[in-house]
């Protein structure tokens, strides 16, 4: 599923993975530092920043879901690494429900 916003330059994609198939995609980001624990969503999940461009994605295992949530500015609307995490991880919550 993907949103863009022409207006704002953001552009958000949401992917769904077979649970077993996210955690081997994810395995060792944090021992490599790409990615750290976000708890509170689900019943796992990793993020995974970058603090030099406006890109941010929350990967979440919930039952038996997995799913990301990528936010990236496609623009310099003042838009910071900050505001797009908050916003992949907003959403990531609002997913799991």
């Keep these: 599923c993907e949103f863009t916003s022409d207006a704002s330059g953001l552009f958000m994609v949401i992917y769904t993975y077979p649970v077993a198939d996210l955690a081997t995609y994810t395995e060792g980001w944090i021992d490599e530092g790409r990615a750290v624990a976000q708890p509170g969503i689900g019943d796992a999940a990793l993020l995974e920043m970058d603090p030099n461009f406006n890109n941010s994605s929350v990967y979440v295992t ?5 799913f990301s949530v990528q936010v990236t500015s496609m623009s310099d609307n003042g838009w910071t690494p900050q ?4 916003i ?7 997913l799991v429900g």
């Design 62 to 66: 919930a039952g038996t879901r997995a």
């Design 83 to 86: 505001v797009t995490t908050d």
């Design 88 to 94: 992949a991880i907003a959403v990531a919550t609002a």
